[in-house]
């Protein structure tokens, strides 16, 4: 099992510019979340899904776009990227939402917007 | 607004023990996880309380008390290994979790 993975891992964006990171886990998960991870801040959901075509915004939605066509893949979208979104960005999944189900995440993605 | 605090940066020796405190105020309450994160990695899970009291495995034992909001992890026999950041996070009442900014914890020989 590979787990969550997550590409790329690094990358550096222009302003104005616009990008996908890649999610894709094989535990057969439903549920998968998209957070941010920024200095000195607890981890901030931007967008989750209990389910392939099921999407939903988190707390920070604005800036990003999600789909889910497959159980397995969860791209998260940034359009006309800005210097605020320069972040960690971290995918997970678990098997349900509820109850003691941990959430596994992905090794994350480094984004500098400048 | 929900809220999760918890101190910024501790440090402890090699060896000993180290308790490291969480308190929330969440709208609802459906569990509280602790994860570990050593730099530049992610975030893994070390546990999970529901139920008032306290959680051992192995090292790592995580308490809970629902009426004062208040959760700590203890860690025993610190190893240098151990040096990473603790986030607290509690599920609110729509099944999301809440992060705390988490707690660096530093070890010294």
């Known amino acids: 099992n590979a787990g969550v993975t997550q590409t790329p891992k690094f990358r550096i964006l222009k302003i104005g510019q616009s990008m996908t990171l890649q999610c894709t886990q094989d535990m057969n998960h439903n549920y998968m979340y998209w957070y941010r991870q920024d200095p000195g801040m607890g981890l901030k959901l931007i967008y989750y899904?209990?389910?392939?075509?099921?999407?939903d915004k988190g707390e920070v939605p604005n800036g990003y776009n999600v789909s889910r066509s497959t159980t397995e893949d969860f791209p998260l979208r940034l359009e006309l990227a800005a210097p605020s979104q320069t972040s960690v960005y971290f995918c997970a999944s678990s098997y349900s939402s509820s109850g003691a189900y941990e959430q596994y995440f992905g090794p994350g993605t480094r984004l500098t917007v400048t | 607004g929900q809220n999760i605090d918890q101190p910024t940066e501790m440090t402890a020796t090699e060896g000993a023990i180290v308790q490291i405190n969480c308190t929330y105020q969440?709208?609802?309450?459906?569990?509280l996880f602790w994860y570990q994160q050593h730099a530049g990695e992610a975030p893994t899970f070390l546990s999970y309380n529901v139920l008032d009291g306290l959680e051992e495995k192995g090292r790592f034992s995580s308490f809970l008390s629902r009426s004062k909001g208040y959760s700590y992890l203890l860690l025993k026999e610190l190893q240098m290994k151990d040096s990473a950041s603790y986030l607290c996070a509690v599920m609110d009442s729509n099944y999301q979790l809440i992060w705390g900014a988490g707690t660096k914890l530093i070890i010294k020989p």
């Open positions: 969440t709208s609802g309450f459906n569990g």
């Open positions: 899904s209990v389910g392939a075509g099921i999407t």
